[in-house]
């Protein structure tokens, strides 16, 4: 028999917790950067209350409709990413533009490190009402990063951030992941010592709307200058793509120290994405990323009902040993744990 009083208290606790939803939604909504500070902490959060209270939140906020200009920025260390974030970043607040600065460290979880993580090294951009710095969390759980990442741009966008970018440091997998959440991808480079491409992998060049080589001041400009038009010849090689204009992908040299550059590759990013808008390629992209991340999360709650259902748990052992003493062949093991759920 089913408790009519506990159904009453559940829900009115349920009734409770999408009140105090719907008021941090329309904090954010308002903008106000504390509830949005909270809200990015929340869906960090791998409590399933906490995930429960994530989804409706990430739900409530969609309802504002609001779409901002996503970048995803890439480069090694030391290439001058945070640098450049602080420059370009204060010459879009001039202008009026409200700017978000995501980080997305895949290594943090290992090192307890993260980019970002000093907040000093750009202390102009962090002090800006009109700007919003997020640092990677020092502990991210592993394939959360994405999840995180997605739903924190989300979060943004209700917030009525203008240019949201998500910076990530070029190693392994991150750049593939941001440019798969990004509108345009930025690649960030140093001069190359000789006329040698640095060991920029094929893979990242394709994805790169626009490279911008670094540094391009003082002693280093020729050297700069030199290596971009090293990466215009590589770039022209690669195949032209049905998502670009004329000239794209665009490679340029800027200094986010002197600032050189830096308003000519904002009007590249502009250029590119208006064309974008205008032929459909803005609308498609978005669309190809809600579905993969659609199926990103259909493969990771099956993966997660995988490790936590009691009755696959009970029986998964059990399965294991007769799979490897030859009793059952591991298809027909496999297939009678997910019969399971
Ligand atoms: P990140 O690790 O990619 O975030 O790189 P940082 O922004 O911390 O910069 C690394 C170093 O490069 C610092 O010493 C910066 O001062 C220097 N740097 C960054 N941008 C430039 C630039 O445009 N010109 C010069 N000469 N140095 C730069």
């Not at 903008?31 to 409590?47: F, Q």
């Not at 202390?123 to 592993?142: K, M, Q, V």
């Amino acid at each position: 028999m089913t408790c009519q009083f506990c159904n009453i208290l559940e829900k009115q606790s349920e009734n409770r917790m999408m009140d105090a939803i719907e008021q941090q939604a329309a904090a954010i909504i308002s903008g106000e950067r504390r509830a949005l500070a909270r809200a990015i902490t929340l869906i960090e959060s791998t409590r399933t209350d906490h995930r429960q209270q994530a989804q409706a939140l990430i739900g409530a906020v969609g309802k504002a409709g609001r779409q901002a200009l996503r970048i995803g920025l890439s480069g090694t260390p030391g290439v001058g990413k945070s640098t450049f974030t602080e420059a370009f970043g204060m010459m879009l607040v001039a202008q009026g533009l409200r700017v978000a600065v995501l980080a997305v460290d895949p290594s943090s979880s290992r090192s307890g490190g993260s980019i970002l993580g000093d907040k000093t090294r750009m202390e102009r951009l962090s002090r800006h009402p009109n700007a919003f710095i997020r640092p990677s969390p020092s502990r991210t759980a592993l394939g959360g990063v994405a999840r995180r990442t997605r739903e924190a741009i989300t979060l943004c966008e209700a917030a009525g951030y203008d240019v949201v970018l998500v910076e990530t440091v070029g190693v392994g997998q991150s750049e593939v992941m941001v440019a798969d959440m990004s509108d345009l991808f930025v690649l960030l480079l140093a001069p190359a010592g000789g006329d040698e491409l640095q060991g920029v992998k094929r893979g990242i060049m394709e994805i790169a709307d626009i490279i911008l080589v670094n540094k391009a001041d003082g002693d280093l400009k020729s050297a700069a200058e030199r290596t971009c038009m090293d990466y215009k010849g590589a770039l022209h090689l690669l195949r032209k793509r049905a998502r670009d204009p004329e000239g794209f992908p665009m490679a340029m040299s800027v200094s986010a120290v002197t600032g050189t550059g830096l308003a000519e590759s904002w009007d590249a990013m502009q250029q590119l994405l208006e064309w974008r808008r205008a032929n459909g390629h803005w609308d498609r992209n978005r669309a190809r990323q809600a579905a993969v991340w659609f199926e990103e999360e259909l493969r990771n709650a099956v993966l997660a009902r995988l490790e936590n259902d009691p009755k696959v748990r009970a029986l998964r052992g059990d399965m294991l040993k007769r799979v490897k003493a030859g009793e059952l062949p591991p298809d027909v093991a496999a297939a009678q744990i997910l019969a399971l759920l």
